[in-house]
């Protein structure tokens, strides 16, 4: 099925250690975003890309790094764990913002 | 930077009654999208219904209405028929010229049977 298709669903990390959540679609997207989700925080930009070879720091970027070399992969990186990066992880993808986003089915992330 | 509130954390309705959501947002740009997402404990967001900023007309999608006040940046989620499976957490978003994305906090809904 078409869609944005994240990996792992559940990742459990160390703090210190380095790890990335994959994010890819198949609709032929420009634009893509990492999201976090905290309780009573909402969704919050992380970083975003407006097409291969092109990306942006969001509102929450520190800590994550993010590289886009093809159209269909978005990559998060987490360069060193720390617990305030325990969260819920959304990757979404949009051709335009008439027709919104496709979310991915979101990362939960538990840094110990 | 914009910026999309959502005043109330929780909310509850009884089955088959209407129940509104209340969002506000900030922003300096004429030209923007407004939507509501759903996000069930399946954690999935789902989209419930948008609005373009230039149409006057609210938007309407089944039980799903929207009352969009521009001046006073507002934009409120209206259920009407309440149903079990409504319960969710419901997040109010902006996109601006960028196709940036912003969300409110959420509201959490429950339905009473």
């Known amino acids: 099925n078409a869609g944005v298709t994240q990996t792992p669903k559940f990742q459990v990390l160390k703090t210190g250690q380095s790890m990335t959540l994959q994010c890819a679609q198949d609709?032929?997207?420009?634009?893509m975003s990492w999201y976090r989700q905290d309780p009573g925080m909402g969704l919050r930009l992380i970083h975003y890309s407006v097409g291969a070879g092109i990306t942006d720091q969001g509102e929450v970027p520190n800590g994550y790094n993010v590289s886009r070399s093809t159209t269909e992969d978005f990559p998060l990186r987490l360069l060193s764990a720390a617990p305030s990066q325990t969260s819920v992880y959304f990757c979404?993808?949009?051709?335009?913002?008439?027709?919104?986003?496709?979310f991915g089915s979101g990362t939960r992330l538990t840094v110990v | 930077a914009q910026t999309v509130t959502q005043s109330q954390p929780e909310m509850s309705v009884q089955e088959a009654e209407t129940v509104t959501l209340s969002c506000t947002y900030d922003t300096s740009e004429s030209d923007y999208y407004l939507f509501w997402y759903k996000q069930p404990p399946s954690r999935q967001m789902i989209l419930v219904i948008r609005q373009e900023a230039y149409k006057q007309q609210n938007a309407t999608e089944n039980r799903f209405s929207v009352n969009f006040q521009k001046a006073a940046k507002s934009f409120s989620l209206k259920i009407s028929d309440s149903q079990l499976g409504d319960a969710a957490m419901y997040f109010c978003a902006y996109a601006n010229t960028g196709n940036q994305f912003y969300f409110g906090t959420g509201t959490s809904l429950t339905v009473i049977p």
């Open positions: 609709m032929n997207h420009e634009y």
């Open positions: 979404a993808s949009t051709m335009d913002r008439y027709h919104s986003y496709t």
